[in-house]
């Protein structure tokens, strides 16, 4: 039946349901021959629909998740309810994308079970001739995706180049892999490590060592897995994606940068979206917890508001210059700021240089300012009661002072909390997580080292000191909390912001993330300066007995 999939009739789904055989097919199947059919419906009809066919207790809530939760293979035409058809490309590539997807596991793999979605991408990735991007929010499991197709290239004799960003994600892969392919040579480059695909057939590189030498060994077929590929969109470090790769699979949270990499780099090379899981998909498999998000605003002090107003007019004016006189690009944020990284680096004596390191030192100083806001610090000591009713949490700051001020403030309340950042040697971060696992340690406060690539044990209130306008940055940070907990008890997200600033959500900030949340997250609630540490444990207390 899957073979023919794609030519199955309202008549044939009939005949599915008179033999109960619709109650064994996942949703998204069944959407995609009721939209091959009939383009157009909203979610009303497709229920309706669904409904006659013998699953009677279905919502619009089940269908709208498994909508939104598929994005690669449905589309809509934002009308009020949304009128929803196959995605480009979709019809034509769903009967191959059944028939890959009753392929059976590589040989070579003793991994656990994959879970639904995980097959489901890889089979799309299968069907697009093996390019493109699986796109799945931090938490569902992405890497599983990758190590499938690690292991499918090794039993077809090809050699695979794992990139990494760094070493914790060096270390990380190369056990994952070790134990879910016990049999495969799996060898380690950069960060002290020379292996090579000349005697192993998987390699994990570090991507700006990958970037100095040719890795793929010549005639030798071979696929690329680049881990965090939204990061290779820059110059130099598109240097590792070698075109001798037939096979490429790009694994991110989000598929976006804030500059002209994706369209310079990575589409060429990897191509667009093909799979992955999204919010949606993630509750209704149970793969993440239920979660509820609040965002915490603050006031400057006198002077601290003097201070940032200070360095924010300096970085405004100086931008206007290096846009109008300087020719730095306006947009996107991430080609301004890398023209003005390189102008920085020119002479003392020309303008244009003394221009981008003055912008440069003022727009640090904002951050500064805004990251080590005192207010922020007593929210966060009235949030000391919520930490210490949890089981474990994290808190998220933009630097390393921020962070210790962060971990020192929960000590003086009576929590147990350690701040983890790049100054801890290997062996001390891994002791820091290992005491976090144990319980040993309530919370981890850490700047960006906890965004990317820590494999941080199950927590479950995470704490943003510092907002970010990155979608994808706010994406993976939640993602550190969501995994499900043994009880069903939804997971606490908590942003802090200092009100009037660009950390505001009235002013613009999170404004997709936001979005994104709206159907999916339990509750979102704003919570003013005057919010006390006993509302928020009560909110925190409501969200645990809903469970």
């Given at each position: 039946?899957?073979?023919?999939?794609?030519?199955v009739?309202?008549?044939?789904?009939?005949?599915?349901?008179?033999?109960n055989?619709?109650?064994?097919?996942?949703?998204?199947?069944?959407?995609?021959?009721?939209?091959?059919?009939?383009?157009g419906?909203?979610?009303?009809?497709?229920?309706?629909?669904?409904?006659r066919?013998?699953?009677?207790?279905?919502?619009?809530?089940?269908?709208?998740?498994?909508?939104?939760?598929n994005?690669?293979?449905?589309a809509?035409?934002?009308?009020?309810?949304?009128?929803?058809?196959?995605?480009?490309?979709?019809?034509?590539?769903?009967?191959?994308v059944?028939?890959a997807a009753?392929?059976?596991?590589?040989k070579?793999?003793?991994?656990?079970?994959p879970?639904?979605?995980?097959i489901?991408?890889?089979?799309?990735w299968?069907?697009q001739?093996?390019?493109?991007?699986?796109?799945?929010v931090?938490?569902?499991?992405?890497?599983?995706?990758?190590?499938?197709?690690?292991?499918a290239?090794?039993?077809?004799?090809?050699?695979?180049?794992?990139l990494?960003?760094?070493?914790?994600?060096?270390d990380?892969?190369?056990?994952?892999?070790?134990?879910?392919?016990p049999?495969v040579?799996?060898?380690?480059?950069?960060?002290?490590?020379?292996?090579?695909?000349?005697?192993?057939?998987?390699?994990?590189?570090?991507?700006?060592?990958?970037?100095?030498?040719?890795?793929l060994?010549?005639?030798?077929?071979?696929?690329l897995?680049?881990?965090e590929?939204?990061?290779?969109?820059a110059?130099?470090?598109?240097?590792?994606?070698?075109?001798?790769?037939?096979?490429?699979?790009?694994?991110?949270?989000?598929?976006?940068?804030?500059d002209?990499?994706?369209?310079e780099?990575?589409?060429?090379?990897?191509?667009?979206?093909?799979?992955?899981?999204?919010y949606?998909?993630g509750?209704?498999?149970?793969?993440?917890?239920?979660?509820?998000?609040?965002?915490?605003?603050?006031?400057?002090?006198?002077?601290?508001?003097?201070?940032h107003?200070?360095?924010?007019?300096?970085?405004r004016a100086?931008r206007?210059?290096?846009?109008?006189?300087h020719?730095?690009?306006?947009?996107?944020?991430?080609e301004?700021?890398?023209?003005?990284?390189?102008?920085?680096?020119?002479?003392?004596a020309?303008?244009?240089?003394?221009?981008?390191?003055?912008?440069?030192?003022?727009?640090?100083?904002r951050?500064?300012?805004?990251?080590?806001c005192?207010?922020?610090?007593?929210?966060?000591?009235?949030?000391?009661?919520?930490f210490?009713?949890?089981d474990?949490?994290?808190?998220?700051s933009?630097?390393?002072?921020?962070?210790?001020?962060?971990?020192d403030?929960?000590?003086?309340?009576?929590?147990?909390?350690?701040?983890?950042t790049?100054?801890?040697?290997p062996d001390?971060?891994k002791?820091?997580?290992t005491?976090?696992?144990?319980?040993?340690?309530?919370?981890?406060?850490?700047?960006?080292?906890?965004?990317?690539?820590?494999?941080?044990?199950?927590?479950?209130?995470?704490?943003v000191?510092?907002?970010?306008?990155?979608?994808?940055?706010m994406?993976?940070?939640?993602?550190?909390?969501?995994?499900?907990?043994?009880?069903?008890?939804?997971?606490t997200?908590?942003v802090?912001?200092?009100?009037?600033?660009?950390?505001d959500?009235?002013?613009?900030?999170?404004?997709?993330?936001?979005?994104?949340?709206?159907d999916?997250?339990?509750?979102?609630?704003?919570?003013?300066?005057?919010?006390?540490?006993?509302?928020?444990?009560?909110?925190?207390?409501?969200?645990?007995?809903?469970?």
């Open positions: 039946m899957e073979q023919e999939a794609a030519e009739t309202t008549e044939d789904l009939d005949q599915m349901r008179k033999g055989d619709v109650q064994r097919e996942p949703m998204s199947v069944l959407l995609r021959h009721l939209l091959a059919e009939q383009p419906q909203n979610k009303r009809q497709l229920v309706a629909r669904l409904q066919m013998g699953l009677s207790g279905l919502t619009t809530t089940d269908v709208n998740r498994a909508l939104y939760a994005a690669a293979s449905f809509h035409d934002g009308a009020t309810p949304p009128r929803w058809r196959l995605a480009t490309g979709a019809g034509h590539d769903f009967a191959a059944l028939a009753a392929t059976a596991l590589p070579c793999y003793r991994g656990k079970e879970r639904a979605w995980q489901e991408a890889l089979a799309a299968r069907a001739g093996r390019r493109g991007v699986v796109e799945a931090t938490g569902t499991g992405k890497t599983t995706v990758g190590v499938l197709a690690a292991a290239a090794v039993d077809a004799g090809e050699r695979v180049l794992v990494v960003p760094g070493r914790e994600l060096l990380q892969w190369h056990d994952v892999l070790r134990h879910a392919l049999g040579r799996v060898g380690r480059f950069g960060d002290g490590h020379g292996d090579s695909l000349y005697d192993h057939s998987i390699l994990v590189a570090i991507v700006h060592s990958a970037a100095r030498y040719p890795m060994p010549l005639g030798t077929a071979g696929l897995v680049a881990d590929v939204h990061r290779y969109g110059p130099t470090f598109a240097y590792a994606l070698e075109p001798g790769f037939g096979a490429r699979l790009g694994l991110t949270a989000t598929y976006a940068r804030g002209n990499g994706l369209v780099h990575l589409e060429p090379y990897f191509g667009r979206v093909v799979a992955g899981c999204s949606e998909r509750l209704t498999d149970e793969i993440l917890a239920p979660f509820r998000v609040g965002f915490l605003g603050v006031h400057f002090t006198p002077d601290e508001q003097e201070r107003d200070e360095y924010d007019e300096r970085a100086l206007r210059r290096l846009t109008f006189d020719g730095c690009p306006e947009e996107p944020f991430g301004f700021i890398g023209a003005v990284n390189r102008l920085s680096e020119g002479s003392a020309d303008p244009r240089t003394r221009d981008a390191r003055n912008y440069l030192t003022a727009f640090s100083k951050r500064q300012v805004l990251a080590e005192r207010s922020k610090q007593e929210a966060l000591a009235s949030l000391a009661l919520v210490a009713t949890a474990r949490g994290l808190v998220f933009e630097t390393k002072v921020s962070a210790e001020q962060a971990a403030v929960l000590r003086w309340n009576g929590v147990l909390a350690e701040a983890f790049s100054d801890l040697q001390d971060r002791d820091c997580l005491r976090f696992k144990k319980g040993h340690v309530k919370v981890l406060a850490g700047p960006r080292l906890l965004d990317e690539g820590i494999d941080v044990p199950q927590a479950e209130v995470g704490v000191m510092a907002g970010s306008r990155s979608k994808r940055q994406i993976q940070r939640m993602g550190r909390v969501i995994r499900p907990k043994e009880d069903g008890r939804p997971a997200f908590i802090l912001y200092v009100s009037g600033t660009g950390e959500p009235d002013n613009g900030a999170h404004e997709d993330f936001r979005e994104q949340l709206l999916v997250a339990q509750d979102i609630v704003d919570f003013g300066p005057d919010t006390s540490g006993a509302d928020l444990l009560e909110w925190y207390r409501k969200g645990r007995l809903s469970i």
